[in-house]
């Protein structure tokens, strides 16, 4: 266990505000999407204490998601990985078009070894959002943390407007390929 400090804390209305402006202000620069995803998942990190966020997009022929980024404590290496909308983890929030905070996916899945290794230790918490844009999703951001019961209601409700500027980066990185 890390030395973060795991505690449940009310998000302010001006908190909310200020991670809305803070990415909106990175997305607005000129670099490469590529290179403003780490500094934007460091900074939902930063708002919301966990060992992992990510930002997945979904290929909508086929259901297959990819990891386009993701950053947190020690050697995780999510970049890249792929998985059908039907995994355990990622993919059933685009699977159910909903927000998912479960305090224990041991308690949900059983057997997530195979993901556990690609963030590099043993999570029970996840928070996952869809990114949708009018109703069709593109790709779904995911919390993750090692502590039970680590996330809640007031985590979501902060980043469902996030949510939506992540959909639209996602949207307008894919129509560049």
């Known amino acids: 266990m890390t030395n973060r400090i795991h505690h449940q804390h009310h998000i302010t209305q001006a908190s909310s505000q200020d991670l809305i402006i803070h990415i909106g202000t990175l997305f607005r620069q000129t670099t490469p999407l590529e290179n403003i995803w780490p500094d934007v998942l460091e900074t939902i990190r930063t708002a919301i204490p966990c060992l992992s966020v990510s930002v997945w997009s979904v290929e909508p022929e086929t259901t297959i998601l990819t990891c386009v980024q993701a950053v947190g404590d020690g050697q995780i290496t999510l970049d890249g990985y792929q998985v059908q909308a039907d995994h355990m983890i990622p993919g059933r929030t685009i699977m159910q078009n909903d927000v998912l905070c479960i305090a224990d996916v041991r308690q949900h899945d059983g057997d997530i070894s195979a993901f556990e290794k690609h963030v590099g230790t043993e999570i029970h918490a996840v928070l996952s959002l869809p990114l949708q844009i009018a109703g ?17 209601e007031d985590e979501a409700q902060l980043l469902e407007p996030v949510s939506v500027m992540l959909a639209l980066a996602l949207k307008t990185s894919t129509l560049g390929h």
Not at 136 to 152: H, Q, T, Y
């Open 136 to 152: 069709n999703v593109c790709g779904e951001l995911i919390l993750l943390d090692e502590a039970v019961g680590r996330f809640s």
